[in-house]
């Protein structure tokens, strides 16, 4: 038996120990017990934090202490369990899309091989259906031959997976169908050596159920192909090669494979092409279509200067790029991990489903054993009649099963039907099915939703929280007007709070840099910046220092005004140099088109929205009143915002909408972070939920598609469960005795691939999801 990898010794404390990420692509899962018996055996190596395993996606992310293993350990270790697996190399961002199709070649393969076994074993039994005797097709030795190549052939693989796992003490689905079929098989041959015992041969059931068994197997492994659609869609995207020119614009240029482009280069895209790199016009005009990157359905106008992304295709004209970035840090490439990442993150429910069905076919065996003892001993002595029962009395030929014979007959076909009907594969589909194709139609809409168990946790959302500048409003605040305490002039003014504010990202510090480079005003060399997030920045100008920031940082360095300044709906940014206010700039920054939409919308859903915002209460309150908000917090720090949110979730489930540096800790936070495109590259990594469509609007959409996600989860769980607490005690003989009522070991099998084809057909209806107030199928 295999051990579990040993730890070396460590010297660092607990805390100290640096951990990290790794992905595994884990094949050889069939049902919701392979996952859990992955998870146990990687989480059983020291060193080893955490495990998720996804059963669609086949691929475990580990979580390790760096100093104690090797990924490619523990992919060896699983490879030796009967899970052959591999380190996820870091360009492979997606499901291995040759190896499922691959996989689905294998599936097709067996399900020939299996079809003519159910096809020639149909012949042999015309004469019972009322057609001729086909010679020697008849025959019992010609029916073992069928049974006994049916097992070697298409059932080998589901024996020796079977065996593995319940010697491991992980059986799954593989162990119930390796039981069921050769517990007939076995039987079977006995009664055809030893005759005079008086048994039934019954060698066309493990040929039909094989059959129902690969044929439902396929069917699943087509639809479970067709969920990773979004992620497939979104990997081609990338083009393959790309159009590398020197700084000459006049020259054809050479291709080159896109991996091999560098940063700073320079790309040609004609019309028609795909964007193969992130990049900056610097030549050209020309509609883009970024629909398939950011759910964006309008094409967008880029000329010199615009920025562009990969995966984007040039619809009008010639354009020439400078590449910005390329492999994995485009935007196409954080897109596609984002949502693979995602797809193999749990929803809470899943856990408690995965932990259920590692013990799933410990139950089964257990029913199938007494349900084999109880008629057996006592089932046929108390119910004497269901020895004599065929079909015919039912009236339901083909629900039911001949059961005339002795008792050990038809105790251990019971049995066989109770192990071959169970199905834990639907309850193991039930939820990362939905999660697969829900985070991949969001994807396709321009939301990347990071998991399971964000989607889970976005539709008990009660209270919605908005940050201001560049949420609710457009992030492009431009300069009404000028208020100086002192000598200087309005350019002198603006000259230094630009020379302060260059290296901030805040949309309000940004759109001061930009003033005064339109006024082709000179920034002057500051040093010893500090900047603190949603308040201001301190830096020296020469012997003094200035702050430039709102009136709180002011007030915090014990600067006061000299004269007390009325309120405004605008945003002021002072100046001060030492301990003297020199001047205030006002800025405006409109309010988004949609966002009165959107808070309405939310509203009418029975969320509470609410205001949470730095700036001064008086244009806090410009932007609250025309949109609906009636709780508004103003002036309030980023730990602050953080300590609002905290009050907030004692009674509530709350989001938090930003886009900005000082955003970040409260995005974090919340239960479930939302950030818009354009946003500050810590907002989002932090968010759990990105706009990529950078509007407000979506909001409501990413909503709305967690909530009918989530109804798919609890759709296919009732299902999954429900099928099996009725079609176990059916397939155990509970309405025999009355009703004359149960199935046949080839029914059993074909129900049990039924109900996992349903589960995954179900949540494939998500793509046909509508968003709402859109009236469009997205399908």
């Known amino acids: ?359 799933f076919a410990y139950g089964v065996m257990l029913i199938a054993l007494l349900t084999f003892l109880f008629w057996l001993l006592w089932g046929t002595q108390l119910f004497p009649q269901v020895l004599t029962l065929t079909p015919a009395h039912t009236g339901m030929a083909s629900m039911a099963m001949t059961t005339q014979g002795t008792p050990i007959l038809l105790s251990l076909r019971l049995a066989i039907a109770v192990l071959v009907v169970a199905c834990p594969c639907a309850l193991g589909l039930a939820t990362p099915t939905a999660i697969l194709v829900g985070t991949g139609v969001g994807a396709e809409r321009g939301l990347l939703i990071k998991g399971g168990d964000v989607l889970e946790k976005s539709q008990q959302l009660t209270t919605i929280v908005f940050d201001k500048t560049g949420t609710l409003t457009q992030g492009r605040p431009s300069i009404t007007d000028y208020l100086l305490f002192s000598d200087l002039a309005p350019d002198d003014l603006l000259q230094l709070l630009a020379s302060l504010e260059v290296g901030t990202r805040h949309p309000l510090a940004q759109a001061i840099v930009a003033a005064a480079e339109a006024r082709h005003l000179p920034l002057l060399t500051a040093t010893d910046f500090h900047t603190e997030p949603g308040l201001g920045v301190q830096a020296c100008l020469g012997p003094d220092t200035y702050y430039a920031g709102n009136l709180a940082w002011l007030q915090g360095h014990d600067i006061t005004l000299l004269s007390a300044v009325a309120p405004r709906p605008e945003t002021l940014i002072y100046l001060a140099k030492n301990q003297t206010c020199l001047g205030a700039i006002a800025l405006a920054d409109p309010i988004r088109l949609d966002a009165r939409e959107t808070i309405q919308a939310l509203q009418q859903r029975g969320l509470k929205t609410i205001l949470l915002t730095g700036d001064q209460e008086s244009v806090a309150q410009a932007v609250a009143a025309p949109l609906g908000l009636t709780q508004v917090y103003a002036q309030v720090s980023p730990a602050e915002k953080v300590a609002v949110i905290q009050a907030l979730q004692a009674t509530e489930v709350v989001a938090m909408v930003g886009d900005g540096i000082n955003d970040a800790p409260a995005l974090a936070q919340a239960d479930v972070g939302i950030s818009l495109r354009g946003a500050t590259e810590v907002a989002l990594e932090t968010a759990d939920i990105v706009l990529m469509t950078g509007q407000l609007k979506a909001v409501v959409t990413a909503l709305a598609l967690s909530e009918a996600t989530v109804a798919k989860i609890r759709q296919n769980l009732v299902w999954a469960l429900g099928y099996n607490l009725l079609a176990i005690p059916l397939a155990a003989g509970a309405l025999l005795p009355r009703w004359g009522l149960t199935l046949s070991p080839a029914l059993a099998a074909g129900l049990m691939a039924l109900s996992s084809v349903l589960v995954v057909t179900n949540s494939l209806t998500l793509r046909r999801w509508v968003a709402p107030g859109t009236g469009a199928d997205h399908g």
């Open 1 to 359: 038996m295999v051990q579990p990898l040993s730890a070396p010794s460590l010297s660092k404390p607990p805390s100290e120990i640096p951990l990290a990420l790794a992905a595994l692509d884990v094949k050889g899962m069939k049902c919701a017990g392979c996952v859990r018996a992955v998870e146990r055996q990687l989480t059983q190596n020291p060193g080893v934090l955490a495990a998720n395993v996804n059963l669609v996606t086949e691929v475990a992310v580990v979580q390790y202490e760096v100093d104690c293993l090797e990924p490619a350990a523990l992919a060896e270790y699983l490879t030796q369990r009967g899970f052959p697996s591999q380190v996820r190399a870091g360009a492979k961002t997606g499901p291995g899309i040759t190896e499922a199709d691959q996989a689905l070649q294998q599936q097709r393969r067996d399900l020939i091989v299996a079809a003519g076994l159910l096809f020639f074993s149909g012949l042999g039994h015309l004469e019972h259906l009322g057609g001729p005797v086909v010679p020697f097709l008849s025959r019992l030795e010609f029916h073992w031959l069928l049974a006994t190549l049916a097992l070697l052939i298409p059932g080998r693989d589901i024996f020796l997976d079977g065996w593995r796992s319940l010697r491991q003490g992980f059986p799954n689905m593989n162990t119930l169908v390796a039981l069921g079929t050769g517990s007939a098989y076995l039987a079977s041959s006995l009664a055809f050596c030893f005759p005079q015992w008086g048994w039934q041969c019954f060698f066309d059931e493990p040929v039909m159920l094989l059959g129902f068994i690969l044929l439902g197997r396929h069917l699943e492994g087509r639809a479970r192909h067709r969920a990773r659609a979004a992620l497939t869609s979104l990997m081609a995207l990338q083009p393959a090669t790309a159009r590398l020119l020197g700084r000459d614009l006049e020259s054809d240029g050479i291709e080159i494979p896109v991996e091999q482009v560098r940063l700073g280069e320079w790309i040609r895209v004609l019309p028609g092409e795909k964007i193969p790199v992130d990049g900056r016009v610097v030549a050209g005009y020309s509609t883009v279509d970024e629909s398939l990157v950011t759910g964006e359905s309008l094409p967008v106008l880029k000329q010199v200067g615009d920025r562009v992304m990969a995966g984007s295709c040039n619809q009008s004209s010639l354009l020439t790029l400078e590449t910005t970035q390329v492999g994995q840090n485009t935007t196409l490439a954080q897109i596609i991990q984002s949502v693979a990442e995602a797809q193999t993150r749990k929803a809470p429910i899943q856990k408690l489903v995965d932990t259920i069905a590692g013990y």
